[in-house]
């Protein structure tokens, strides 16, 4: 079993702050890195999937980084929404096993 | 709307019971997932099938039963299951590696809204 971690485990931040979430993973047999966000009462939905070392990913006010020399990713969320509450996952891919971390779970205040 | 349905959203059993939990994908994908989530761990990867054959089973009870009868359905079979296995089951589809490659798709998980079991 892989051990995949995130940090942290909860965030509460206030609307308009912006804010980051660490996911370390194991630096051998890499294939991908996925992040994932999961709103209550939803399914998880992909929000990017990294392949290469040194990419950087974006979406909205969301982007991603990623490092697999060191074994680590970072997602920031800019500007931080009420809508952006959710739990964002993280998932080491080798191939067709995902190896997922415990989530960040992130609280935005209005 | 992902594209992957689970049924029942609820459970309620008891320990003697049979019942089936029971996801459809109309992806086209070739993987098809049966994940676990307890409270405070991480999603649990329990079965995976690709191109209908069985090709992860990480040391899971047998009284948890999968079956995929074709790469849409995916059934997970529970029979004299235990309080501890109340827990979200997610189902969830994907490309495969080897379409991966060959198409250049990034493999991600499509997942359905899970099947809350609650095992009296």
């Given at each position: 079993i892989l051990n995949v971690e995130q940090s942290p485990q909860s965030l509460h931040v206030q609307e308009g702050d912006s804010t980051n979430f660490t996911c370390?993973?194991?630096s051998s047999n890499f294939y991908a890195l996925h992040w994932y966000r999961w709103e209550t009462a939803k399914s998880p939905e992909a929000?990017?999937?990294?392949?290469?070392?040194?990419?950087?990913?974006k979406k909205g006010r969301i982007s991603a980084t990623l490092n697999t020399k060191e074994g680590y990713s970072y997602l920031y969320i800019k500007g931080s929404?009420?809508?952006?509450?959710?739990?964002?996952?993280?998932?080491?891919?080798?191939?067709?096993?995902?190896?997922?971390g415990t989530g960040t779970s992130l609280t935005v205040i209005p | 709307?992902?594209?992957?349905?689970?049924?029942?959203?609820?459970?309620?059993?008891?320990?003697?019971?049979k019942k089936s939990l029971k996801c459809e994908?109309?992806?086209?994908?070739?993987?098809m997932y049966w994940y676990k989530q307890s409270a405070k761990k991480p999603l649990?990867?329990?079965?995976?099938?690709s191109l209908e054959e069985r090709v992860e089973n990480n040391s899971v009870p047998s009284r948890f039963s999968p079956e995929c009868p074709n790469s849409s359905?995916?059934?997970?079979?529970?029979?004299?299951?235990q309080p501890e296995d109340s827990a979200l089951y997610l189902c969830a589809s994907s490309q495969g590696e080897i379409e991966t490659?060959?198409?250049?798709?990034t493999g991600e998980l499509f997942f359905g809204e899970g099947s809350r079991l609650t095992v009296l």
């Open positions: 370390s993973f194991p929000l990017f999937v990294m392949t290469l070392n040194g990419d950087e990913k929404q009420p809508e952006d509450s959710a739990t964002y996952l993280c998932a080491f891919n080798t191939g067709n096993q995902f190896y997922f | 709307e992902t594209g992957v349905t689970q049924t029942p959203r609820h459970l309620v059993m008891g320990m003697t019971n994908q109309h992806l086209g994908h070739n993987a649990e990867l329990m079965f995976v099938y359905h995916l059934f997970l079979h529970l029979h004299t299951l490659t060959r198409t250049g798709n």
